[in-house]
């Protein structure tokens, strides 16, 4: 199936932990994203990768840092964990240079920190 | 700097109706606008694309419009059922990245 995966579903754990979150798109799309739906459900944009360049990146604490190891990949690392970084976090991805820009997500990642 | 707002901010409807969602837009030099569904601990849906050279898209009982002109675009939902209760987001898309509307919460009463 074609589609944007990101894993984990799911994500407990305490303060002060690391955790990564990974995602990976089959589309062939050139661009990757990471949104956070805050608590309100705003969607706010983190980052956004271009061939694997970052060229978007948001006012986002230093903690949180993406990896992207080829274009398909958009990892999104955050160390010591913050009760604050409590969040469903989105990946997307999508091609640009056009004007299509069709965005397609993942399902989104429940981060629960306790 | 764009902002999009999404009015209303929820809806309640009875089965059937036809019902409208708006999106207004601050800056109309974009290159397209998306709506999105999301439903209640899932991802997003894409529903509907409309390129700036386009007024309108329609798939199913969904057609949404846009007039760059006045920064406004609509969902319309004909004979709505349940299964469309959802948040619906409206995205405009412009030469940098893409700006989120806070969403319409749209519950559709059996």
């Known amino acids: 199936d074609t589609a944007v995966s990101q894993t984990p579903k799911y994500l407990v754990t305490q303060m002060g932990n690391d955790k990564s979150i990974k995602c990976e798109q089959n589309l062939g799309h050139d661009t990757m994203y990471w949104y956070k739906q805050d608590s309100k459900k705003f969607l706010k944009i983190m980052f956004s990768y271009n061939n694997k360049e970052l060229i978007i990146n948001e006012t986002v604490p230093n903690r949180f840092s993406p990896k992207s190891p080829d274009k398909a990949h958009l990892n999104l690392h955050i160390n010591s964990l913050e009760l604050g970084d409590s969040a469903v976090y989105f990946c997307?991805?999508?091609?640009?240079?056009?004007?299509?820009?069709?965005?397609?997500f993942g399902s989104g990642t429940q981060l629960s920190v306790l | 700097k764009q902002e999009v707002t999404q009015i209303p901010a929820a809806l309640s409807v009875p089965e059937g109706e036809n019902l409208v969602l708006n999106c207004s837009f601050t800056d109309s030099a974009i290159y397209n606008l998306q709506w999105f569904r999301q439903d209640p601990g899932k991802g997003l849906t894409s529903l509907l694309l409309?390129?700036?050279?386009?007024r309108e898209q329609t798939s199913g009982r969904l057609n949404a419009s846009l007039d760059k002109s006045s920064g406004r675009s609509t969902l319309y939902i004909a004979a709505s059922q349940p299964g469309d209760s959802a948040t619906y987001l409206c995205v405009v898309g412009g030469s940098e990245k893409l700006v989120f509307g806070k969403g319409t919460k749209l519950t559709v009463n059996p």
């Open positions: 997307a991805s999508s091609f640009t240079g056009t004007t299509s820009q069709k965005l397609l």
């Open positions: 409309i390129q700036s050279s386009q």
